[in-house]
């Protein structure tokens, strides 16, 4: 009340002229009505002004919409999706900040669209992230998208783009923390302008088009954790600042034209797991301080021209190695017995090098090899341990499924412990690799056996019967040896055989009947031996084969009118043999025969 009483004292104080006081009071009304309104109208503001951006974000989205066509199975934009009936922060990929409701990110990776990438996808001020990938978008990729100065995240792998990246991309994208653009058609040089993009942590620009070189620009990454350069037509040397990157994790320019050696200052990428320089021109020694990378777990130099001899160090410390990858050089020496003390060696591949002397025993520590390749060298065997060779040492390890040990001058004998092989065991390859002696009955442990091939060596003694124990094989390869005897129908149990080749050996006798059981067979070649009989009429029911070579026997009687229609068959060689009558009319309507000879 007192308030009331004072307010009112106030204007009808009679020194106060009546007219002022009416205009005071006009004036202090205006100024409470202002007030009022603009208290009324201030929230609409930020509303009006979330509207126009956010009609900016909409427009853009439908704008890069216009430029998608679809694959027949696409149901993105299907069932009123990406319509502007809906929010589009409800919209398939999209993903909005919850406070300003901007466009975040954008991922329509992996749904099968086709199109071009619309420059107005660079009105979505706010994008942090897009992720394009596995799609058809063709074009160029719009310069455009450099304006998203906010984006951490741009990867547009596995497309049909072209042209060239963006010059200016990492000037004005300082966030950019991944770029990958790998499997598309992007060409032109790799400029320096990567010195700017200092947060980016993973760079893949392989499987393209960009040719040049390495460019010093990228010694400037120094938070850089996945470098990809991998088939492009890179030429030149790899830079020694590569050694700059300090955080780097895997590194991986396989497929192109680099030259050069390999710099010993790689050893300084102490983070490094992955180093893969595969198929380049590459040339000297392997330094021997790469090995000394202890966090290192995939080495790969395969195909280049490196030479000289591995290192011999023992002292060398590779213990996290699991990949070690060589082949198709020309490095020579010995295999170093230090390899045992890479103990977690899981894959391991010389092939194709000139490596001479002893194969190690020591290589029978690695109790975690799968994979051993030491194909087309000069590898030998002392002579004094033929029983207790390396192939008894490599028994130890229990988890070996492939060994490569063909054309090889070895000169050993097969021992008995070949059927201590663990069941994991699934392909042995030793063609041409000077195997003398008899084949061990004890191949017959072998159960999960895939592939066997002794093929071009000089063994003798007869095929064992115990072979069809082996259940898992798939190919038997034993051409061109002085095998004797008869084709045992034991053979006949390995229902899996998809290759029998038993040409150019001594084997005597009929073909067993039973072979025509062999439904998988698609390869049987049984040439120039000293088979005798007629050819069994079963053996044409064989609905897959697709080649036969009987040929060099002395296989008689005739070929029966009865024979089945073979669809696939498109090689039959019946020559050198005593067969006569006329030949079957059905061989003419063999579809996929390709040649046939008598």
């Known amino acids: 009340m007192g308030t009331a009483i004072n307010y009112t004292r106030a204007f009808s104080n009679p020194s106060i002229p009546l007219a002022h006081s009416s205009c005071k009071l006009i004036e202090m009304s205006s100024t409470l009505l202002l007030l009022l309104a603009f208290l009324l109208v201030q929230p609409c503001i930020p509303h009006l002004s979330h509207s126009s951006n956010n009609f900016t974000d909409q427009s853009a989205l439908i704008a890069f919409k216009s430029q998608i066509t679809f694959g027949p199975n696409v149901t993105v934009f299907a069932g009123g999706n990406w319509s502007t009936t809906t929010n589009f922060c409800e919209w398939f990929g999209v993903s909005c900040s919850q406070r300003r409701q901007r466009v975040t990110a954008l991922n329509l990776s992996y749904v099968g669209i086709h199109g071009t990438i619309s420059p107005h996808i660079a009105n979505l001020s706010f994008l942090v992230s897009l992720d394009l990938s596995n799609n058809s978008f063709n074009g160029f990729l719009p310069h455009e998208i450099s304006r998203l100065h906010r984006l951490r995240e741009l990867v547009l792998s596995n497309n ?12 004005h994208c300082p966030s950019l923390q991944e770029l990958d ?17 200092r947060e980016l942590l993973i760079l893949s620009l392989s499987y393209n088009k960009f040719d040049g070189s390495i460019s010093k620009g990228f010694g400037s990454l120094e938070k850089l954790e996945l470098l990809y350069l991998g088939g492009n037509n890179l030429t030149g040397n790899i830079p020694p600042i590569i050694s700059n990157l300090s955080m780097l994790q895997e590194f991986y320019i396989e497929e192109n034209y680099i030259n050069g050696s390999i710099p010993s200052d790689l050893w300084r990428l102490q983070n490094l797991i992955i180093l893969n ?38 002292r060398i410390s590779c213990s996290n190695l699991e990949t070690l990858f060589l082949d ?6 010995h295999i170093p017995s230090y390899l045992s003390n890479c103990s977690n060696l899981i894959q391991v591949d010389f092939a194709g090098n000139l490596l001479s002397g002893p194969i190690p025993k020591s290589l029978g520590n690695l109790k975690y090899l799968k994979s051993l390749v030491l194909n087309v060298n000069q590898l030998t065997e002392e002579p004094v ?54 084949i061990p009955m004890e191949f017959s442990s072998l159960k999960n056996l895939a592939f066997l091939d002794l093929s071009y060596n000089n063994l003798v003694g007869n095929i064992p019967s115990s072979f069809g124990e082996m259940e898992g094989l798939q190919r038997l390869h034993l051409s061109e040896n002085n095998i004797g005897g ?113």
């Not at 049909?160 to 000037?171: F, Q, R």
């Not at 301080?289 to 021209?305: G, Q, V, Y």
């Not at 001058?409 to 042995?428: D, E, H, M, R, V």
């Not at 149990?493 to 698609?522: A, D, W």
């Open 160 to 171: 049909l783009l072209e042209g060239t990246l963006p010059m200016d991309v990492c000037t």
């Open 181 to 197: 653009i790998s499997a598309n058609e992007f060409s032109g040089k790799l400029s320096s302008q990567f010195n700017h993009c």
């Open 277 to 314: 320089f595969e198929q380049n021109y590459l040339t000297g020694t392997i330094p021997q301080i790469i090995f000394n990378i202890t966090s290192l777990k995939t080495l790969s130099f395969a195909m280049n021209s490196l030479s000289g001899n591995l290192p011999l160090d023992t």
């Open 328 to 333: 198709l050089n020309q490095i020579s020496g």
């Open 385 to 438: 341990h033929q029983e207790h060779n390396f192939l008894t040492s490599l028994t130890s390890c229990r988890f070996l499924e492939e060994l490569a040990i063909s054309i090889n001058p070895l000169n050993i004998t097969i021992p008995k412990a070949i059927g201590n092989f663990s069941a994991s065991l699934k392909g042995i390859y030793a063609g041409g690799g000077q195997i003398n002696g008899r």
């Open 486 to 598: 008869r084709i045992p129908e034991e053979l006949c149990q390995l229902r899996k055989l998809g290759e029998l080749l038993l040409s150019n050996n001594k084997l005597s006798g009929p073909i067993p009947n039973c072979i025509g059981n062999l439904t998988l067979l698609q390869r049987l070649n049984l040439s120039h031996n000293k088979l005798t009989s007629s050819i069994p009429l079963n053996l044409w029911s064989l609905k897959n084969v697709i080649f036969m070579d009987l040929s060099s026997n002395f296989l008689g009687g005739t070929l029966s009118q009865n024979m089945t229609k073979l669809v696939a068959i498109e090689h039959v060689d019946l020559t050198h043999n005593q067969i006569t009558g006329n030949i079957p009319s059905i061989i003419g309507t063999f579809e996929s025969l390709v040649s046939t000879e008598r």
